[in-house]
């Protein structure tokens, strides 16, 4: 049986893909105006995010349709809310100490608070991470990342 179109408009991964595709398009707008090499990379995340938040609504607009109960987003609201305080806190550390010191403690730091304690992994994962990083976009794209205010006083 099918639900009432309001209670289908208001399920939380329904309004979570909506807000994902309205941001991430807000968001081309800006990439649009970069020099092409510059917005490849940004234009085609946000163009991979609106795809994916597009098949998440879909998907969850037909559980809807067959009277499924909609999915408690998430289990552990304070993880989620930690979580955003850490995307926020790198994006700051980028801006005062770099891209690459950021990125350097962020993996591990995130990787941790999330259950993960092995340190031979944890250190290998931030070394394939930020390496693959330099590679593709320091070395072979010629990129350079911010260098952080602390460094260019």
Avoid: C
């Avoid at 991470?129 to 350079?144: D, E, N, Y």
Wanted: charge should be positive; aromatic fraction near 8%; proline fraction near 7%.
């Amino acid at each position: 049986m099918s639900t009432p179109l309001k209670d289908r408009l208001l399920r939380a991964e329904t309004l979570a893909a909506a807000g994902i595709v309205v941001v991430a398009a807000g968001f081309l707008v800006p990439a649009a105006a970069l020099p092409p090499m510059s917005a490849l990379l940004p234009a085609t995340m946000l163009i991979a995010l609106i795809v994916l938040a597009l098949a998440l609504l879909i998907s969850d607009q037909r559980k809807a349709s067959k009277g499924e109960a909609a999915e408690q987003v998430t289990h552990s609201p304070k993880r989620v809310a930690g979580a955003f305080l850490l995307v926020v806190a790198y994006a700051v550390a980028v801006d005062f100490v770099g891209f690459y010191p950021s990125t350097i403690v962020s993996v591990p730091l995130v990787a941790w608070i999330f259950g993960f304690r092995n340190p031979a992994g944890l250190a290998l994962a931030t070394a394939i991470t930020v390496g693959a990083i330099f590679v593709i976009f320091s070395l072979a794209m010629s990129q350079s990342f911010p260098a952080g205010r602390l460094w260019t006083l």
